[in-house]
């Protein structure tokens, strides 16, 4: 398993891991079949978050083939430069193997080499696993947003979380 920082040549890849992910998960924000990017969109997100300094996405490779991800999406203004806003997927088959937690460990060290003081994200309540992890990896509840998704024609909750690095 290797992590690593994505390459402009990972665009459609990239697309698919990302769309297979949320076909898999009941947790992402984007139902199957919403997310409507093609291969040159993503080409050209990448291209503008390698050329920011507060913005990166690690996927995780399993024999060549994209298991993981991990955006991290940084604040656009003087005031919030300083944190990022984390989405992490990985494939169902590939969950509870220590894939997140790599993934995390090498946001971190980006984060601490580019003196981004705050990782935040938000999750489904009803994540158990992934509440998990995040706990696991130093992320604290910071608050609840109240029937913040509608999964299902069910209200959900989502947990407000951050880590400061």
Do not use: C
């Not at 769309?19 to 898999?24: C, D, H």
Request: without cysteine; hydrophobic residues 40%; charged residues 30%.
């Amino acid at each position: 398993m290797v992590v690593r920082e994505v390459e402009e040549s990972d665009a459609e890849n990239l697309v698919a891991l990302i769309k297979q992910v949320e076909k898999e998960s009941e947790f992402m924000l984007m139902e199957p079949g919403e997310r409507q990017i093609t291969p040159a969109q993503q080409q050209q997100r990448i291209h503008s978050i390698q050329k920011s300094e507060n913005s990166t996405i690690f996927v995780a490779e399993n024999e060549e083939q994209l298991v993981g991800y991990i955006f991290a999406m940084g604040g656009t203004a003087k005031r919030n430069q300083h944190s990022v806003y984390v989405v992490i997927g990985i494939l169902k088959d590939y969950r509870g193997q220590g894939i997140g937690t790599t993934l995390f460990e090498k946001l971190e060290e980006w984060a601490v080499e580019r003196k981004i003081r705050r990782l935040e994200l938000t999750t489904v309540t009803q994540n158990v696993a992934g509440v998990a992890l995040y706990k696991k990896m130093g992320f604290e509840v910071e608050g609840t947003k109240k029937n913040s998704l509608l999964i299902d024609g069910e209200f959900v909750d989502e947990y407000y979380m951050a880590k400061l690095v």
